[in-house]
């Protein structure tokens, strides 16, 4: 409790609630901007079955690192990356408790028949909770999740 008292004596209470609020609203957009504005994106990326055209070409100018990766081999690496993306994501979101998961997937993993997300109207009744309480758990979702993806993402020593 000493560090509590220490920490009020060097910042205010507005201060400290600013400092806490601030890394909230950090770990909010990394859920949303760097997950979930994505999801629809990296999902289709890993279940493409294209394959691209096998092509020779023949140079005599000598290949750096970069071109010893044909083209099917770029496509393949592509999509095993956006499945470990994937996987990473549904680890975090399974790690929420089951309101928040069922949050998380009605409003950012579903889209409706026209490909525009559901609004938020939509998915509280389906939640059973009213619109006060939605928007709380919303923000703790998302909280949660970022927090979650972060550490996981920067334990992993990813960029």
Request: net charge negative.
């Amino acid at each position: 409790m000493n560090f509590a008292a220490d920490i009020e004596g060097v910042f205010t209470k507005e201060e400290i609630e600013s400092f806490l609020k601030d890394e909230q609203q950090f770990y909010i957009e990394y859920a949303e901007e760097n997950w979930l504005d994505r999801y629809f994106k990296i999902k289709a990326m890993s279940q493409r079955t294209h394959v691209p055209s096998i092509t020779s070409v023949i140079s005599d100018t000598p290949g750096g690192s970069n071109h010893n990766h044909s083209k099917t081999e770029q496509f393949a690496l592509k999509s095993i990356q956006a499945s470990e993306w994937l996987d990473a994501l549904f680890y975090a979101v399974e790690s929420l408790t089951p309101a928040e998961q069922k949050l998380i997937e009605l409003k950012y993993m579903k889209k409706r028949n026209d490909g525009s997300r559901y609004c938020d109207e939509v998915i509280y009744p389906q939640l059973f909770i009213g619109k006060t309480r939605y928007y709380e758990l919303k923000k703790e979702a998302l909280e949660m999740l970022g927090r979650k993806l972060y550490g996981l993402f920067n334990e992993r020593g990813c960029s």
